[in-house]
Every structure is written in C-alpha cells, then in structure tokens.
C-alpha cells in the first residue's frame, strides 16, 4: 500500500518579507498575502480526502494549515496534530536578525551557509555556548524521527504535513536518502506543494510524486532563489505515445506522440507561453522534438538544437514488448529493473551507468554553454523519462540507484537553477509539475514503460 504526503510550507510571514532569521522564534505571523496563498492551498487541495493532518505548533505554519482546512470539501478523519517534530531549523545565534545583518557580522558561518551547510556550526541550545551544535544536521535528524513515527501510524493513508523550509526540505532529503550537504539544493516557496509517495516504512522505496508546485498561486514556475540568478533550466518529458499507454517499452524505438500526446504538448506550451525562452535542445526522437517544437511555436524567435546523448535507454531485445512478455522471456529480471535498475544490463541494450555517462556529459555540455553567454536566460531540454531521471539524480548528486525516485509525467515540467557563480550547488526548483495537463494538484498522467 502507497502512503500518500502532501507536504507544504506555511503561508509568506512577516519575517519573510523582511527577509529576517526566524528558526525556532514565533513571533513571526503570517501577512495578508501569506493568508490569501493559505487559503489558495485549500483551494488547490479542496478535492481531496486526509486520513490525517500534522502541523508545526509555531503560528506561521499553524495559522497556515487552520486556513488549508478551512477550505476542504472533506473534513480530514483525525483533528490537526500539532508535533515540535515540525519546528524550523533551530539558528541559535541568528534567529532574529536580518540576513544583510548575518552577512555582515558572520561572513564565514553565512558563506557555511551558503555551500557548506552542514558545516554551520553554533552555540548549542540550552547550553550557554558550551557545546557545539550543528543545525542542519540536527534538523535531518529531526525529519528523520518524524518519518520513523508517521508512517507506521498511517499506512496507506493520505496525510497533510504543514510546515517550513527548513524542515520540509530535511524531510524531502531524508526521505530519497540526499545528505545533509545538499541541504540548500531543493527549493520550497511559501506555500508551495509537494507530494511524497511511500511503498513502506522508513527506508523502503519512495517517489516524489511532484515538488514545489506553485501554480494554484498565481505563479506557474517558481521565482528565482534571491540573489542567485543564473542560467534557468525547463527540463520537459515528452507527450503521450500509444506506447506509453499500453505500457509497451518503446526505449531507441520513434515512437511519435499520440493524439493525447500532442495535446498536452500544446498544453505544455501554453503553460510556459509566458516564460521567457532564450535557448532550446532536444533529444533528436520523434516524441520529444515534436514535444519541443509545439512548445517553441509561442517562441519563434528560438531555434531547436537536437543531442542524440539525450536519446532515450535503450531497452535492446525488450523494446516493443509489453512487462508480461517481458517476464515470461526474462523472469526476474523486470523485477529487478524495479527494485535495483542500477543492476540491470539491459540484453543487447544499455545498462543505466552509461545512460548516466552520455546523458551527464549532454548537460554539462548545455549548462556550460549557457553560462558562457552573456545573458545564460532560460533554457528549455526535452527528453525522456529515463534521461530526465538522470539528470535530476546529477543535479542532487545521486547515483543511478537513486532512479525510481523522481516521478517524470508525460508533458511534465521541471525547474532547474544555476547560481551565476559556479561555487553554489545547482537547485530543484520544482519538479514534474503537471498541473497544465489535469485538474489537480495530483499526476495523472499514463504511468507507462520507459
């Protein structure tokens, strides 16, 4: 059974928007714009069922997930849970403050911050400054023992968890097994929504289902992280195939897009019709070039470059079968894809290792030559799902086992920042967004073979 967590940040707060240190401190409250995105949340989540919701006790996120509930169709089966578990990031020494103010005063332990976030160290609480503490690590621990104690409780359940930056995005790493140095590299807006599916307990396989999405507020992609404006990346998978539909693996074979296909590519297109598109590259298949070129008609002044490096895996003597005559030819081996695709040779295919090694080398070839430009802008690379799931395991420093991770929807969109400095980590802004293609916040897109 799936275990389904919507997780989302509080509301914007009065210290955001002074862009002052808030931590464990509460005297920060949600502003009138935080309120009305709360209550957009609601809205956005309104359809759906909640076995259960957990909140941080501190006002910003409480205030925010009162205002969620207030707006749902379906009072959740168990009243709102308050757990310290939740709490933000605990910055003793800076709680408070503003970050022109840290920057000024703490220029090391600011720039920790900035590249070395597990290395910040501060005075630890309740101690008088006797002991070192390490935030960010404590806080992973913290996210840590909130999964041990939720998913037992409620397997197979649909939970809301309302909190903060800090901690969703400890809980988002801990739960895809990302360490605490890439703290800063997943991005969580105020009141953005991300979605976690769980096969088990603690450990077990999980998927983001989607990350950050922002769209039921007004905004289709995230805003840049302040201060860091580099090149931007609109990683897209192609449309629908028959293929996809039938769950057939397709892999080297040119599948076109369906007529559904086509469809969500022109939504696709319409939902980034107002993002700035400066530069494009495709896979050179079918699906996706025609995928990008549907997309690139509300940007003419754009020309397609096609790298066959992001052409899909190929599945060798699997590809036009369906998992059935998969099985039956290989037994065991499809299920071994499953569980531990970095094990798998594909027969007279690919093996992920050097899907890894082309596709990787691809985008650090795009990436460079976006920020050797003048102006690095956006650019928008449209492929597979298994190049797409590639990308976003390098971008986070995953390996191949990391694969089944990230959810890749057909015409899905995800956000990629680079910082115009090449010291800071590359952030997920967001990630198989798909909110274009369906009503929801949920990915209904055709969950077929690569």
């Not at 086992?401 to 057909?410: D, L, S």
């Amino acid at each position: 059974m799936t275990t389904r967590i919507i997780l989302v940040r509080h509301g914007e707060s009065s210290f955001n928007v002074e862009r002052r240190v808030q931590g464990h401190g509460d005297k920060s409250t949600l502003t009138e714009a935080g309120q009305r995105s709360a209550d957009q949340v609601g809205v956005a989540l309104s359809a759906l069922s909640f076995d259960a919701v957990y909140s941080s006790p501190l006002r910003r996120a409480k205030d925010t997930a009162d205002r969620i509930l207030s707006r749902l169709k379906t009072p959740p089966v168990a009243l709102l849970q308050t757990t310290d578990k939740l709490k933000e990031i605990n910055l003793t020494d800076w709680e408070g403050k503003l970050f022109s103010e840290i920057a000024e005063q703490d220029p090391e332990g600011y720039r920790n911050w900035q590249l070395r976030p597990h290395k910040l160290k501060m005075a630890a609480p309740d101690t008088d400054g006797a002991t070192d503490y390490y935030p960010v690590p404590a806080l992973f621990e913290q996210a840590e023992a909130f999964w041990r104690e939720l998913l037992p409780r409620h397997e197979g359940q649909t939970v809301l968890v309302v909190a903060h930056s800090g901690i969703n995005r400890a809980l988002i790493s801990t739960a895809i097994g990302l360490p605490s140095d890439r703290y800063q590299s997943v991005h969580q807006s105020n009141c953005g929504i991300s979605v976690l599916n769980f096969t088990g307990g603690f450990g077990d396989a999980v998927q983001i289902e989607s990350l950050n999405l922002t769209a039921h507020l007004g905004e289709p992609l995230p805003k840049p992280k302040s201060g860091q404006q580099g090149a931007r990346f609109l990683l897209v998978r192609h449309g629908e195939t028959d293929w996809n539909r039938q769950k057939r693996f397709q892999g080297h074979i040119d599948v076109p897009l369906n007529e559904n296909g086509r469809a969500q590519s022109h939504r696709a297109a319409a939902f980034l019709k107002a993002i700035p598109i400066h530069h494009a590259v495709s896979s050179p298949m079918l699906r996706p070039k025609e995928t990008a070129e549907v997309i690139l008609q509300h940007h003419p002044d754009v020309s397609l470059e096609l790298e066959v490096n992001l052409k899909e895996i190929s599945h060798g003597l699997w590809e036009g079968k369906l998992e059935a005559e998969i099985e039956a030819g290989y037994p065991g081996t499809l299920h071994q894809w499953q569980r531990s695709p970095e094990t798998v040779q594909m027969p007279e295919g690919e093996n992920l290792q050097q899907v890894w090694e082309r596709t990787i080398a691809a985008w650090d070839q795009i990436v460079q030559t976006a920020a050797s430009r003048p102006e690095p802008g956006t650019t928008l690379v449209v492929a597979h799902d298994a190049v797409n799931k590639a990308i976003l395991c390098y971008v986070l420093g995953l390996g191949p086992e990391h694969f089944w991770n990230f959810k890749q929807g057909n015409g899905a969109v995800s956000v990629i920042d680079y910082a115009a400095t090449t010291d800071i980590q590359p952030v997920l802004m967001a990630m198989n967004i798909t909110v274009h293609l369906s009503d929801g916040i949920l990915d209904q897109t055709a969950a077929g073979a690569l």
